[in-house]
């Protein structure tokens, strides 16, 4: 069992940036792949980006949102999205989820993923 939480989430401005936090036990964190994913009311969660055990990223949503960069810190038991050039689309609850791997999947989907935190809230607006 990994307990997720998430933070960083807010409202911002198109063309803003924010970066949302996923803090896990630093001890258990280097043993999983983490993912995050958007969601939107009345849509399925789309991965973002994910991150193997060796803080190699892999990303799948892009361009439309904005531009993301993932990163992770084991020692600190934290995993980063950093979120740039936002623009409305980016708009929805961010989640980060852990995968029982070392690596990302090919397909992101959420049912790669084993455990969720509670979510972030992220609003681009003017």
């Known amino acids: 069992q990994v307990h997720l939480v998430e933070s960083g989430g807010g409202l911002v401005q198109p063309g803003g940036s924010l970066r949302l936090s996923c803090a896990a036990p630093?001890?258990?964190?280097?043993?999983?792949?983490i993912g995050w994913f958007r969601q939107v009311p009345g849509k399925e969660r789309e991965g973002v980006a994910c991150?193997?055990?060796?803080?190699?990223?892999?990303y799948y949503l892009v361009s439309k949102e904005g531009r993301f960069n993932i990163s992770r810190d084991n020692a600190k038991g934290t995993v980063y999205l950093q979120m740039n050039t936002l623009k409305p689309e980016g708009t929805g609850i961010y989640y980060c989820?852990?995968?029982?791997?070392?690596?990302?999947?090919?397909?992101?989907?959420?049912?790669?993923?084993?455990?969720w935190g509670q979510g972030t809230q992220v609003n681009v607006s003017s």
């Open positions: 991150t193997n055990d060796k803080n190699s990223p892999t």
């Open positions: 630093a001890f258990t964190l280097g043993l999983y792949a």
């Open positions: 989820a852990a995968r029982s791997s070392y690596f990302c999947p090919s397909t992101m989907s959420f049912d790669r993923f084993d455990y």
